[in-house]
């Protein structure tokens, strides 16, 4: 989840899509070079552990328009699935509470 998050700060596109698994995977994946990725807040995890095929991650990352200054939050429980020795994303449930700063 950590690298991925770096991934989307980085704006590097090939990490995110290696990671992505197959069979949810886009097929581009285009990231706004305005968006500024600030921090990343892990809530909880469920499962994921070393003899797991499967787990969740609860999350807020927080960032910031480079053009506006305006600020936003991505509120997901993000699935994942080992596979090969590797973890990949699968898909993830976006929402949650409003933001509290």
Known sequence: MRSRYSAYALRDADY???TWHPTTRPPEL???PDMRWQRLDIL??????PFDDAGEV???ARY???TTGDRG???EVSRFVRSGGRWYYVDGDVGGAPDRG
Request: a positive charge.
């Open 16 to 18: 995110l899509r290696a």
């Open 30 to 32: 285009h990231l706004d």
């Open 44 to 49: 909880t995890t469920r499962a994921g552990g």
């Open 58 to 60: 609860e999350f807020v």
């Open 64 to 66: 910031r328009w480079a």
């Open 73 to 75: 939050r991505l509120h």
